[in-house]
């Protein structure tokens, strides 16, 4: 009988917010891109906020005058909301490494809108129990 007191007892808003916070999980996919100019970045960038919705991007810091480092540009984008627009043709001026981690779905989601735009050459893919990560090389067509 307890148990089914129990059952009837709702905080509410509870429902919707763990169905928002479980499908935000599986939507979202970040970004992570290397081995590219601050230009095939911002590119590949504005590729995915022609069809998802940007959630967070940061850019890298002014770089130290004595030596070189490594540069990784990371953006998340939501891949249940967006404009569903179509990108015209990008020009890359090299190849850029990509690290897409998230939902296997929205992983591949974003790895097919990525094909779309350019050529793709799968690395590697590792996956986990909920989340899946693809490492990919983008190049112009």
């Not at 307890?2 to 916070?21: F, H, K, Q």
């Not at 095939?40 to 959630?55: M, P, S, T």
């Amino acid at each position: 009988m307890l148990e089914a007191w129990r059952d009837d007892i709702r905080t509410p808003g509870s429902e919707e917010m763990s169905d928002v916070y479980d499908t935000h999980i599986d939507t979202d996919v970040t970004v992570q891109l290397s081995d590219c100019d601050r230009e095939d970045a911002q590119a590949v960038f504005d590729v995915l906020d022609h069809v998802y919705r940007l959630e967070d991007m940061s850019a890298p810091g002014p770089r130290a005058a004595t030596a070189p480092a490594p540069t990784v540009w990371m953006a998340t984008f939501d891949t249940a909301e967006g404009r569903r627009e179509e990108a015209g043709p990008v020009h890359l001026t090299g190849m850029v490494g990509a690290l897409l981690t998230g939902g296997y779905r929205a992983v591949d989601e974003v790895e097919k809108t990525l094909a779309a735009t350019f050529d793709i050459q799968s690395l590697q893919s590792v996956s986990g129990d909920q989340e899946t990560e693809a490492r990919l090389l983008l190049s112009s067509r």
